[in-house]
């Protein structure tokens, strides 16, 4: 199979023996792709490789052999936000989820659509933590594993003043009591949830809560296996200043 003037998001790139990358991609006709870039490491060839960065928007063609494509040429469509502190963290979280979540050869069309919107937000410097909890909502939903924000799992109206998990296979379930701390833990408000679906940022109070019921939700979709960039964010929230004020990611 050939690719040609294929769009594509770069999520990773490794080194390959001494002159090549192994660079993984998403694209909208095919899902995640492994590319084989081959050469590109030498002195005349950081044009090409400074394309081939996490972040970058390219346009590629390919040649498909087995798992892996073969690069055959690819160019920049734009330039990659340019992030530091938080944001790039959150730029490598974006990048190792959908890297673990999105299925080779695929066609993901929708989740194109919502890493290029979530991409350019981090660029315009919106809220980390909203953006992120936008995006691991649209990609649930891309996945076809998301969920519906204005009912329960069994099918009754959300209540704003209610706490919820998210179960992924069932959907919302209320907590019914607080027995103690560990049924709250995961838990949302129902004011979250409905806030989420009507795509309206939630009360700072609630976003934490969203986070870590979300969280729940992506564990079990990525297995016993966890992400690096959750290891990242909790060795930050136990050092220096962050002690008091965790990462807003």
């Known amino acids: 199979m050939r690719l ?5 998001f770069v999520l990773h790139a490794r080194p390959w023996r001494e002159t090549s990358l192994l660079v993984e991609v998403l694209t909208p006709a095919h899902g995640r792709v492994g590319v084989l870039a081959r050469g590109v490491q030498g002195p005349k060839r950081h044009v ?14 390919a040649v498909q052999r087995g798992e892996l494509a073969r690069l055959v040429t690819a160019e920049a469509v734009d330039a990659a936000p340019r992030l530091v502190g938080e944001a790039l963290l959150a730029g490598f979280y974006l990048n190792e989820l959908t890297l673990r979540m999105a299925p080779r050869q695929d066609p993901q069309p929708d989740l194109f659509r919502a890493y290029a919107i979530a991409r350019e937000r981090l660029r315009a410097s919106e809220p980390l933590g909203w953006t992120l909890r936008r995006y691991e909502r649209d990609l649930l939903e891309a996945l076809g594993v998301g969920f519906d924000w204005a009912v329960d799992g069994d099918g009754v109206v959300i209540d704003p003043a ?14 019914l009591s607080d027995r103690g701390h560990a049924d709250r833990t995961g ?4 004011r979250a949830l409905l806030a989420i679906g009507a795509d309206t940022e939630p009360v700072p109070g609630d976003m934490a809560g969203l986070r870590r019921a979300l969280r729940e ?7 016993p296996r966890g992400l690096k960039s959750w290891e990242m964010l909790g060795d ?6 962050l002690d008091a004020v965790p990462p807003r990611v």
């Open 4 to 8: 040609t003037a294929e769009h594509a």
């Open 48 to 61: 090409l490789r400074a394309a081939l960065q996490p972040l970058q928007w390219i346009r590629l063609d």
């Open 162 to 175: 209610a706490r919820y998990r998210l179960d992924p296979e069932h959907g919302a379930r209320r907590v």
């Open 187 to 190: 838990a949302a408000t129902g």
């Open 217 to 223: 939700v992506l564990s079990h979709h990525l297995g």
């Open 236 to 241: 930050l929230a136990r050092v220096g200043p």
